[in-house]
């Protein structure tokens, strides 16, 4: 009645053709295959047979746990260090490295004072974390003042060279260290602005986007504020203004803006081609800001070749502020002083006329 089948070939099941199983595919047969006990059908009345079964089901010997003895997945790849390479922490660049990688990105002396691909040999064979740590944590110097020193290689080279390809390899996988700041506070767009490197400029923003044009430094000042402050850097100026005009009125620490800078330039003809490009670049924002600073007005009223460009932004920023205005007294009154100026500096003529009948 109840049997342990003990063949090589394990039986068929119970209503089941040949050696097939569920799914449609044969199941190969050898010795050793598990053997399957076949039970016959069991009614309810028969009280001997369900007997049987209670006592198969409740006295098999209980498996032993075994979990504790399982091998545990190895851990993920990334996590696996590799052998043989020190970790950044422990690995400090050797001092000719450094001083390959400098050469590379500034050598006055050199017949090529920068190169590229020195720059990507010297960072070969670099893990991503040796990389970044030479190139942020020695200082690089480019002058003998306190200011002309950095702890960014990005930095150094914003200040120090105008080549383009030189920072799509000190930059690549890397750009985030365009939001580096030095001990003062400044982005290497700072101190490209500062270079007059307008190429480079218009790299690192579209690279880390337009919110590096109003990064202030610990005193206050934007890229802007070294641009304008720094003598011949007309394009940055103008580039910059055309991007966003809005950076011409931000203040640094002192309540300066960038305009002020440009004002108290020692050399006038610089003084007239910043001020220039911002009345090109902002005309409008840059006469209303002239029309609150009297002596700023006048500094630039003295230079003729600024009247012929301060005239234009003149009349249209009146026009538009008495659009604009809910209550014209306070902006009238400065505009009118404005043309006031503008008429007391130069004999009666055509553009006085001009003056007198757009202000009426």
Known sequence: MWGLLHTQRSPRLQGQEGDSVRDGHRRPSGVGEACYIQLPRVDEGDAAAQQAIHHIQTDHPKLPDVTDDITKAPRRFEQVPLVCAPAADDWEAPRDLTDSIRDAIWNPMAIKESDSEDLRKALDGLSPEQAEKVLTTREWCWGPDYGDITRSAVNFAARVCKDVEVFEVLLHNRR???KLKDEFGRTPLHLAAAKGSVDVAEKFVEWGGKELLEAQDNTGNTPLHHAAANEGHVDV???????????????????????????????????????????????????ELLGEDEEGLSRVLQQPELLSKAVPYAKYGFGQYVRRCDSLGVDSLRWCSVFRQLMKSRPKDSLTDDFENTAS
């Open 237 to 287: 100026v103008e580039w910059m203004l055309r991007v966003n005009p809005q950076l011409l009125k931000i203040k640094n620490d002192d309540g300066r803006t960038p305009l002020d800078y440009a004002l108290h330039l020692d050399l006038e003809g610089t003084k007239t081609k910043i001020v220039g490009a911002m009345l090109a670049a902002a005309g409008e924002l840059t006469m």
């Open 176 to 178: 985030h260290l365009l």
